[in-house]
C-alpha cells in the first residue's frame, strides 16, 4: 500500500509505509492514508479557498470605492446638501452596521 501526504505543500510525497515518512512530515501528525475522500476534500477546500479570496478581493474592492466615497463626502455637495441626503446617509450606515455587527458578533448578532 503506498502512503501519500495528505498536504500537497509538504516537501515529502510519497512513502511505502507509514515508518517511512520523515519524521518532520505531517502524515506523521495525523497518521492518515491519503483516500479519495480525502482528495475529495482536498479538491473541496482548495475550492472553497478560491471561492474565499476572490470574495475577499471583491469586499476589498468595494471597501476601498466606499472609503473614496466617503473622502468625497458620499457626493454631497454642502451648497445643496438636504435631508434628504441625511436620510441616504443613515440607510447607508445601517446597512454598514449590520455588515459590522455580523462580522464582529455584536448587535443582534452578539452570542
Not at 480525502?38 to 478581493?57: E, V, W, Y
Amino acid at each position: 500500500m503506498m502512503v501519500m501526504c495528505i498536504r500537497k505543500h509538504c516537501y515529502c510525497s510519497e512513502f511505502s509505509t507509514l515508518q517511512d515518512a520523515p519524521e518532520r512530515c505531517c502524515i506523521n501528525e495525523t497518521q492518515l492514508p491519503e483516500t479519495e475522500m480525502t482528495r475529495q476534500t482536498a479538491r473541496t477546500n482548495d475550492a472553497a479557498l478560491a471561492a474565499f479570496i476572490a470574495k475577499k478581493a471583491e469586499i476589498d474592492a468595494m471597501l476601498a470605492r466606499l472609503q473614496d466615497f466617503s473622502e468625497d463626502h458620499f457626493g454631497a455637495d454642502p451648497e445643496r446638501l438636504n435631508w434628504g441626503d441625511v436620510g441616504s446617509l443613515e440607510y447607508q450606515a445601517h446597512l454598514l452596521k449590520q455588515i459590522s455587527d455580523f462580522a464582529f458578533g455584536e448587535g443582534e448578532h452578539a452570542a
